[in-house]
């Protein structure tokens, strides 16, 4: 079995931060590509942001980028997303998810993925 587990969210103020954690098993991602999306009952699943395998390029989407952080420990089987300055608008259930090829930014490019964590701004 590969696993895909986030941990880490919770309900948090305007302004505060949260770090999500997500933790693979069954074998190893450290030669995938590693993302983090998420989805609202309003919204598509939206990509937040990315780390390739040699962790040399990340990208972020426009709403977050300079308020969230991703990062990998290939030895851990871990990504991270540092999340500061949280806004209502982050509100919504985070997915971690993995791509065994390039370096995509679209949902339906990801092999594996996790069960999802919400994450809660109050406003």
């Known amino acids: 079995q590969v696993h895909l587990v986030e941990s880490g969210g919770g309900l948090v103020q305007t302004g505060g931060s949260l770090r999500l954690l997500c933790t693979a098993s069954?074998?190893?991602?450290?030669?995938?590509?590693m993302a983090w999306f998420r989805q609202t009952p309003e919204r598509e699943r939206e990509f937040v942001a990315l780390i390739a395998a040699n962790e040399f390029l990340t990208v972020y989407t426009d709403s977050v980028r300079g308020r969230f952080t991703i990062s990998r420990d290939n030895a851990k089987n871990s990504v991270y997303l540092q999340m500061n300055d949280l806004r209502p608008g982050d509100t919504a259930v985070y997915y971690c998810a993995a791509a065994s090829r390039g370096v995509p930014t679209e949902s339906r490019d990801y092999d594996y993925w996790g069960q999802g964590i919400q994450v809660t701004v109050s406003s």
């Open positions: 069954g074998r190893s991602f450290g030669s995938e590509t």
